[in-house]
């Protein structure tokens, strides 16, 4: 069955601060994409990163960085030198066996930067 | 890029009434669109699957009869949640492919606030 997990409920620090968000799937696919999105207050997603299971290449984009580990199931988000505007709940996602784009959720990690 | 509108944003309707969602791609065709649910800090639940032209495919433990999908157009997708309930009341979201491939073929709409009273 599709799963995934991130332990993290919430995570609260002060600006400047990193900041890195677990996420632990489980699927029994070999083929599969895995996603992080964003979810400000205003309710929206905002679309991180889309990685697929062949590439484990860890990924920075500015201040966002990824790091892929298929042996343990993880695809874990960073966030260095925080700010106030990265306050958002931060999911990460697994596409469905039957479809890539039907996504299996996590529950979220509510993040707050505090200045 | 790929912008999909959903509207309402909010709405309150009665217990026993019917609310209709839209989902529209609005500058590219979607065959296939989604639709999630979001309870109050929540995760997002994977509903159904709407499908230009035929009917849609729900999640088990969804109900059909409830929660009623239409995608008569490739550009429109609509859920029309019947004889609402308070439990009903959530954040309701839906997403639509795009064809151009690219990192991120899948879009969300800004998603609809449903209060039920």
């Known amino acids: 069955a599709q799963k995934v997990t991130q332990a993290q409920t919430e995570i609260s620090v002060v600006e400047k601060e990193d900041v890195t968000l677990d996420c632990v799937y489980e699927?029994?696919?070999?083929?599969?994409?895995l996603f992080w999105y964003k979810q400000p207050p205003s309710g929206e997603l905002v679309f991180l990163i889309r990685?697929?299971?062949?590439?484990?290449q860890n990924e920075i984009s500015g201040r966002y960085s990824w790091n892929f580990q298929k042996s343990t199931s993880s695809f874990n988000f960073t966030i260095t030198a925080s700010q106030v505007v990265d306050s958002a709940v931060y999911f990460c996602?697994?596409?469905?066996?039957?479809?890539?784009?039907?996504?299996?959720f996590g529950a979220g990690t509510t993040v707050t930067v505090r200045a | 890029g790929a912008v999909v509108s959903q509207h309402p944003s909010r709405v309150i309707c009665k217990s026993g009434t019917s609310v209709k969602i839209e989902c529209r791609s609005l500058?590219?065709?979607?065959?296939?669109m989604f639709w999630y649910r979001q309870f109050p800090k929540k995760s997002l639940m994977l509903m159904a699957t709407?499908?230009?032209?035929?009917?849609?495919?729900?999640e088990q433990g969804v109900e059909k009869d409830k929660f009623l999908i239409n995608h008569a157009s490739l550009t429109l997708s609509t859920l029309t949640v019947t004889s609402a309930h308070p439990e009903d009341s959530s954040f309701y979201i839906c997403?639509?492919?795009?064809?151009?491939?690219?990192?991120?073929?899948?879009?969300f709409g800004n998603g609809t606030r449903l209060t039920v009273t």
């Open positions: 997403s639509a492919i795009t064809a151009d491939g690219g990192d991120s073929p899948l879009h």
């Open positions: 699927t029994r696919d070999t083929t599969y994409y």
């Open positions: 990685r697929n299971s062949f590439d484990e």
């Open positions: 996602a697994l596409s469905e066996p039957s479809g890539y784009y039907k996504l299996s």
């Open positions: 500058d590219f065709q979607a065959t296939t």
């Open positions: 709407s499908n230009e032209g035929s009917k849609a495919t729900y």
